[in-house]
């Protein structure tokens, strides 16, 4: 049985919008795409907050490699990468992905997504849209 601690959700970006593109920095910069906030109260070990971001790309020259980060209080907890081609019919794309934070201290954290690129003489960029969520529960 699992009770619901926490929730949060933030959609910094509805739809997709190639006037409101903004190119992906390469690493090791990184563009700050979604934050959320989670508050775990006392004593609600163990527990598990389940991460979820959807995340719109254009591939704009070569075939970047896209490295999404997911970070708690400025830690790294999850990263995970997408090929992103900038010519044919594979210009656009939105990715999804999860990640699960175990045994999460009590307190206010904060989850932030974030996405840099890795492949040098590229260019990629964030068009739209953008979501994330958290689910915190306690899992005994």
């Known amino acids: 049985m699992v009770r619901v601690l926490a929730k949060a959700a933030v959609e910094p970006r509805r739809?997709?919008?190639?006037?409101?593109?903004?190119?992906i920095p390469h690493s090791p910069s990184r563009i700050r795409l979604a934050t959320i906030r989670l508050t775990i109260p006392a004593n609600s070990r163990p527990n598990r907050v389940e991460l979820v971001a959807t995340v719109g790309v254009?591939?704009?020259?070569g075939i970047?490699?896209?490295r999404f980060r997911i970070w708690r209080?400025?830690?790294q907890i999850f990263t995970a990468q997408q090929g992103v081609?900038?010519?044919?019919?594979?210009?656009?794309?939105?990715?999804?992905?999860?990640a699960i934070d175990r045994n999460v201290r009590a307190g206010t954290h904060v989850y932030t997504v974030t996405a840099e690129n890795r492949t040098a003489g590229t260019t990629a960029a964030i068009v739209g849209p953008v979501s994330f969520s958290g689910l915190a529960v306690k899992t005994r």
Do not use: C, H, K, P
């Open 64 to 66: 970047a490699q896209i």
């Open 85 to 98: 081609e900038s010519a044919g019919s594979e210009r656009n794309y939105t990715v999804s992905f999860q």
């Open 73 to 75: 209080d400025g830690m």
């Open 58 to 61: 254009r591939g704009v020259t």
């Open 15 to 23: 739809r997709f919008n190639l006037s409101r593109a903004t190119i």
